[in-house]
């Protein structure tokens, strides 16, 4: 199982799996047997196929968690950069992402439930890095739709 950072994960742990974690040949890191994370910005190749990935995503639920308190709480580690996309490469076949792009939420109900307007600054990176990518595949999760 592949799995890419988003919002609400422990991002004192996933500092600590980056650290000192055993990448494998692609950079994934082991967390578990069999259980590997993505790191933030990644890309790699399997077969004939290119992949891109960029981790990251908002949590609008932020005012009922505690910062930087493990599984319950949320991190500023947890939104996406535009330093992130400078990991990733052109020509990606397929982009994986944990957040949506704008278009890509707007198509899907996206509601506009960000009361700081964070998202507002962090859609766009993502945008960014299927457009940088030339992805001609997007998977995005977070959206619990």
């Not at 890419?4 to 500092?15: A, F, K, R």
């Not at 052109?90 to 109900?109: F, P, Q, R």
């Not at 990176?125 to 995005?140: E, H, L, M, V, Y």
């Amino acid at each position: 199982m592949y799995w890419v950072p988003g919002n609400h994960e422990d991002y004192e742990m996933i500092n600590e799996l980056i650290k000192k974690g055993n990448r494998d040949e692609w950079g994934f890191i082991e967390c578990a047997p069999g259980v590997f994370m993505v790191p933030r910005s990644l890309s790699w190749t399997w077969g004939y196929t290119r992949f891109c990935a960029i981790g990251g995503a908002f949590s609008i639920d932020r005012d009922s968690r505690v910062l930087n308190s493990g599984n319950h709480g949320w991190f500023h580690e947890e939104l996406p950069t535009w330093a992130d996309l400078d990991a990733i490469g052109e020509d990606c076949n397929v982009m994986i992402t944990h957040d949506a792009a704008v278009n890509i939420a707007l198509k899907i109900g996206w509601k506009n439930l960000d009361r700081h307007g964070i998202g507002r600054n962090i859609y766009p990176i993502i945008q960014a890095g299927i457009r940088i990518s030339n992805a001609t595949q997007i998977i995005s999760g977070h959206w619990h739709r």
